[in-house]
């Protein structure tokens, strides 16, 4: 499904140069839940950012279902974006004027991809897939942050992705509301969703089948899991 | 402090268009203030001095003859000072084929040695010979001719002379030629001999203990001592037949106009820089809501609340003294050249455009007073929180507690998300709702009156059913007049109106000024009067009389139900005024037919034939072919006039006024735009990561910049209701003011103009609304989504 190719991005400042990605390449499988760990300034979030379309690459290619985002325009990539990945961020990023099922309505509106009768329907029924279903006319100010990173899933499968992109959706919780989390994207999984995550956390990998380490730009080690435990 | 200071100053910058947009708004603020201030100023002061150079008469008569024995009377009379001899002649000039104005013809025995209502040169020479002209500048375009040029003029018995114009003098005692659509012209006494012109006038100046000009210029006494002096003369075989005295004698006509214009110019104008004011409070209070949390964060390292409100209020003093020093070199700048334009309205020129400078420090005191007392304000509220307030404020109002409008379900969410954005902040919110609401409503109220003056206008020459009028000394029988018109092709009706002139006697015997009479004929179909008060004339009415509403302007002791007491050809005869009528060309007495034919002499007489005309074909031809063929029917014209002429000179006369209003307004309502943008900019940027998140799932460049805009259109709308609300009491005010300023009469309210007016608003409102947004929605729009989330 997902395909990097000798991905290198490099900062350019006015007198150096600072590789931060070197000649990247591996493969993900559609439906594989893939944990990419390593230290703060190893490279790992920019490989988020290219994957999603959110930065860009200097050198190789990112395919995609056979597209190849690297050489999308901002329109297309916009779009492509839309279509085809959910994002869930550290810090939830909710719309604060909306409330939470709107939020979760917000997406539906953009794309426009779900009939405009349905959309109500299934904004309540992810809400009701995190948990939340009392929670629909909240704003979100009146959520704790596991609740509030809950909608945020629910927000990022409500066009009905395929991808799923979490960086360090955790970052900001405690251990049980992480344990929630985890759980949430663990099930979505499970129901064929392909999951990328980047994180910090050591022990928790529940749910996850693979693991990549990137260290220094470069992917250091790239192995299956088992059981969300190091095999 | 340093580095405070330097902190103070980055922030500011921060974000450069919000804070351009916001010193542009009190820039132009400031320099709109200081503009009209100064003007008014220099035009007050330009308008007495050069008018005063010209040394006006106190007063002016029209007799019979001039003499070696009436200028010795007059010398001996010892209520007069000096006095001076002139002739005047009411003539016709052609300015095209077949195309006639009328002509002031002045003549004068010495130019140079004029001691009273002085003219002065312009160009060419100041003593014309014989068979030239000297032409007033004003009526230059009028005529469309100068040095070197031949005025063909028309005389009273129908035959024309040539004068060549050799020189350009300026007159400002008279009322501007193009607003009257007149040409002033000046020649030799033997010019005025050879032409057999005649026309006597004395221009007088009275005496005054100590020569003080208030007893110089005093009208009581200048009517008490004319009167005296008439008297003498009439009682030495003279007759007078005129009386002139100004209503504001010694000062220029256009004085209280010019006053009152620039007073109501100078309340806009301080609207404006209160605007500016506010706009820049509104920058101030984002940037600090902006930094509270770094505010906090430096008080909690041991900044004190004095050293960081110093600094802050230390920078935009600077700015303040910046904005304040750039609107005044503007405002010095351009106030010579819109004062002259103003007073060149008035056939004017100011000869001193320096501002005196106490005014210059209260300027500039009250320029950095009070933005400074609105930049103190939100400095205090945010730099006064407590460090644990600061660090933890998160200056959006995310409560459920935020106002909340009605949200019609047909809005998609982007929209709804515009709308609640511009909901956030209420204060913000409220500034920009409160400049747009209060500029709308005034230029709804200008715009009102504007088409108000339009329509009152329009109406008031709708009143009169003719198409072509023309004055002519023979006094024509029914039937013989039958005769001529049913040879002129174009002519479908006529009507033969009565014309002469009285003069107005006080209850005290006193003769105050000369008035026109005009008198339509029994069952006229040519007027359908705009009463103001009272009633039209009937059939049957001889001493009753209607006056038009100027009347009253000169003479507001009288009212409906009065007698009035007027000379008319020697005889004194007492007539009741029944009704005032609108009309805006001199104050003039409309008397009956019955009256006329009893009361008027027939030497007195004059006819205004009026013409209904078939139009088949261009006006400006019939017209030409209406005059060939009454002069081909031997008809002496003295005087004619179209009724687009009459339609152009009423349009003129307010153009100018009317769009120097527009201008300012056009200021207040571009202050108010620069607002918008800059709040635009500031919820924009505050919106940044939001607009990340959108873009991340999937929202393109145009539903971000539509979310911007909608934001930006919902601000306008909302103040465009409010300024409806506003409009109307404004309105209300804005004719009365306005048509008692411009038109010298209260207007028609009319809820057109003011439907009118408010559908004009509602268009520029959405173009501001669309301009304030444009450039932060594209920059929003163009933002990559990596920036937008990284924004802090």
Known sequence: MIQFRNVNKIYRTGANDYPVLKNVSFGIEKGEYVIITGKSGSGKSTLLNILTGVDNASSGDVMVNGTNILRLDEAQMTRWRGENVGIVFQFFQLIPTLSVLENILLPMDLMNRIPQGKRMERAKELLAMVGLSGHAGKMPSALSGGEQQRVAIARAIANNVELIVADEPTGNLDTKNAEMIFDILSELNKSGKTIVMVTHEKDTMKGASRKIIVKDGEVLEDYLLKGGCVQ | ?????????????????????????????????????????????????????????????????????????????????????????????????????????????????????????????????????????????????????????????????????????????????????????????????????????????????????????????????????????????????????????????????????????????????????????????????????????????????????????????????????????????????????????????????????????????????????????????????????????????????????????????????????????????????????????????????????????????????????????????????????????????????????????????????????????????MIEPEMLEGRWLTDEDSNQIVVSHKFFLSEPDYQIGDRLTLQIGGQIQDFIIVGSMRDFGSAAIYMSENGYEQFVPTADRLSNIKLVLNFNGLRKTVYKATELALKEQGILILQSQSKSDLNAIAAGHFAVTLQTFLFIICMLVIVSGFGLAATMNVQTAERTKEIGIMKAMGADRKQITDIVTSESLLISLISWIVSVALGIPLSVLGVYVFGNLVIETPLQFSIVSLMASYIIWLFLTIAVGRSASRSCGKRAANMSVKDSLAFE
């Not at chain 2, 209520?79 to 013809?105: C, D, H, M, N, P």
């Not at chain 2, 050879?194 to 005496?207: A, C, E, F, R, S």
């Not at chain 2, 009706?493 to 006193?510: P, Q, R």
Request: charged share 20%.
């Open chain 2, 1 to 525: 402090m340093k580095r405070l200071f330097k902190k103070a100053m980055r922030d500011l910058f921060l974000d450069k268009r919000r804070a351009v947009m916001s010193l542009l708004a009190i820039l132009i603020g400031t320099m709109s203030f200081g503009l009209v201030t100064f003007c008014y100023e220099i035009i007050s002061r330009e308008l007495v001095s050069v008018y005063d150079a010209i040394n006006p008469a106190s007063g002016s008569l029209e007799v019979d003859r001039i003499d070696d024995e009436l200028i010795a009377l007059t010398k001996a009379f010892d209520g007069i000072a000096i006095f001076e001899q002139k002739a005047y002649s009411k003539l016709r000039v052609q300015t095209g084929e077949s195309e006639w104005k009328t002509l002031e013809l002045f003549a004068v025995k010495d130019f140079s040695a004029m001691e009273m209502n002085k003219i002065t040169s312009e160009k060419g020479s100041f003593q014309p010979g014989e068979g030239e002209a000297l032409i007033e500048r004003d009526a230059v375009k009028v005529a469309d001719a100068g040095i070197g040029d031949t005025l063909v003029i028309s005389l009273h018995d129908g035959s024309t002379k040539e004068l060549v114009i050799t020189g350009i003098v300026a007159d400002i005692g008279l009322h501007p030629a193009t607003a009257h659509d007149t040409v002033y012209a000046y020649i030799s006494y033997d010019t005025l001999q050879n032409y057999g012109l005649t026309g006597n006038k004395i221009d007088y100046i009275i005496t005054g203990s100590n020569n003080s000009p208030e007893e110089k210029y005093d009208r009581e006494r200048i009517l008490s001592i004319s009167n005296e002096y008439i008297k003498m003369l009439e009682e030495n075989g003279y007759t007078v037949t005129d009386l002139e005295v100004s209503d504001t004698p010694g000062l220029s006509m256009h004085l209280e106009e010019y006053k009152s214009a620039l007073f109501l110019l100078q309340i806009f104008s301080f609207v404006t820089f209160l605007f500016g004011c506010m706009i820049m409070s509104g920058l101030i209070s984002s940037i600090i809501s902006g930094q509270t949390r770094q505010i906090g964060i430096l008080k909690g390292v041991g900044a004190d609340t004095g050293k960081i409100m110093g600094s802050y209020m230390l920078v935009f003093f600077l700015l303040i003294v910046l904005t304040t020093a750039v609107s005044l070199c503007l405002s010095t700048f351009f106030v010579g050249g819109l004062s002259s334009a103003l007073m060149s309205l008035g056939n004017m020129r100011p000869a001193d455009t320096s501002v005196p400078g106490y005014l210059y420090g209260m300027y500039c005191a009250l320029a950095l007073l009070v933005p400074m007392i609105a930049a103190f304000f939100p400095i205090r509220r945010g730099v006064g929180l407590s460090v644990k307030d600061a660090v933890n404020y998160y200056g959006v109002n995310l409560d459920n507690k935020a106002v909340k409008l009605p949200e019609p379900k047909f809005l998609s969410r982007p929209v709804l998300l515009s709308l609640r954005n511009a909901l956030r902040r209420r204060s913000r919110l409220l500034l920009n709702v409160a400049t747009l609401s209060v500029a709308g409503a005034m230029f709804v109220s200008v715009v009102t009156s504007m088409i108000s003056i339009q329509t009152t206008l329009s109406d008031n020459l709708d009143s009169w059913k003719f198409d072509y009028h023309f004055m002519t000394n023979t006094v024509y029988e029914d039937e013989e007049l039958k005769e001529i018109m049913a040879n002129v092709p174009a002519v479908a009706g006529y009507e033969k109106w009565g014309s002469s002139s009285g003069m107005l006697v006080h209850d005290n015997g006193e003769i105050v000024n000369s008035y026109t009479i005009v008198s339509p004929p029994r069952a006229s179909v």
